[in-house]
């Protein structure tokens, strides 16, 4: 379909789970975006510490591509792949890694087995009701020895309109998460929260209403003052260097997850 290898068809223009038509803004925003910035470069760290002979790494839920694009320019010998349910984003993924194999495809129907030496599913999993199949899925799909890599957000006592936008059907718990991980048949190797440090200011922006007569404006944290979102840029980065060092955050916006797959 569009030039893709279509493995869910009948989901490929309405999937549920995420709003089609804000692929185009994400496109236009999420690369100068701290948070998106950030997120990349505790992605490409935990991908070099725990898989630093990788190969072959897949993305599920790929979204635009800027995941891919950032492991494409640090790993630029990876076979990458990435796949989406929706066509919408597929076409965005494809213009910024044009050397990436892309693919239509339902991650609770993964059509691979011992194919990758690592996966990646980035705030994905929290928009699927049916997170234990697509964890087994993710599972049967990596090679023996393989990596999983998730970021999800956290805490149910931060939920707020925000996450009723973004479609997610849950905030995780850490113990929630691992339980499903180890169900899944994964060890977990490394287990942190990020976006700790601004923690409060989340809990402020979640909790603040709407000014008088303005409605609710999901794409607000995407276009933030240049200077504003320079410093939060840099407070996420120290973060990540903390993490990097082996601090594990208790609390957190988001939570990192490394897990191995052992023997099924």
Same mark, same amino acid.
Request: glycine share 6%; with cysteine.
């Given at each position: ?15 549920? #789970? =995420? ?6 803004? @994400?496109?236009?925003?999420?690369? !100068? ?8 470069? @505790? ?8 898989? &630093? ?8 839920? $790929?979204?635009?591509? /800027?995941?891919? %694009?950032?492991?494409a320019k640090a790993h630029p010998k990876i076979a990458l792949s990435g ?7 597929? +076409? ?7 050397? !990436? ?9 993964? &059509? ?16 699927i009701e049916e997170d234990e199949a697509v964890l087994a899925q993710l599972? $049967?799909?990596?090679?023996?020895? #393989?990596?999983? *890599? *998730? ?8 939920? +707020?309109?925000?996450?009723?936008? !973004? $479609? ?17 048949? /994964?060890?977990?190797?490394? %287990?942190?929260? /990020?976006?700790?440090? @601004?923690? &409060? ?11 008088? #007569?303005?409605?609710?404006? &999901? ?11 320079? =410093? ?19 609390? #957190? ?12």
């Amino acid at each position: 379909m569009d030039g893709f290898d279509a493995y869910a068809a009948e989901f490929a223009n309405g999937g549920g #789970g =995420f709003k089609a038509e804000y692929f185009d803004e @994400l496109a236009r925003l999420e690369s !100068a975006n701290f948070w998106f910035r950030a997120r990349n470069e @505790l992605i490409l760290w935990a991908l070099r510490a725990y898989m &630093p002979s990788v190969q072959s790494f897949l993305e599920v839920g $790929c979204g635009t591509g /800027f995941v891919l %694009s950032g492991i494409a320019k640090a790993h630029p010998k990876i076979a990458l792949s990435g796949s989406e349910i929706f066509l919408d984003g597929l +076409s965005h993924a494809k213009v910024r890694v044009p050397t !990436a194999h892309f693919m239509q495809m339902d991650a609770r129907q993964v &059509p691979f087995r011992d194919e990758f030496d690592a996966i990646g599913a980035f705030d994905v999993l929290e928009h699927i009701e049916e997170d234990e199949a697509v964890l087994a899925q993710l599972h $049967c799909a990596l090679k023996p020895d #393989g990596v999983l *890599l *998730l970021t999800v957000p956290q805490h149910p006592w931060l939920w +707020s309109a925000s996450d009723t936008h !973004a $479609c997610h059907v849950r905030r995780y718990t850490a113990r929630e998460l691992n339980d499903k991980l180890v169900a899944a048949g /994964f060890q977990i190797e490394r %287990s942190t929260s /990020f976006v700790s440090l @601004l923690l &409060p200011a989340i809990l402020f922006s979640r909790r603040a209403k709407p000014a008088a #007569g303005k409605e609710y404006d &999901p794409t607000a944290e995407l276009r933030l003052p240049r200077m504003l979102n320079s =410093f939060l840029l840099q407070v996420m980065l120290f973060e990540k260097k903390l993490i990097s060092l082996g601090v594990n955050f208790p609390l #957190g916006g988001s939570r990192l997850i490394v897990a191995r797959k052992t023997a099924e």
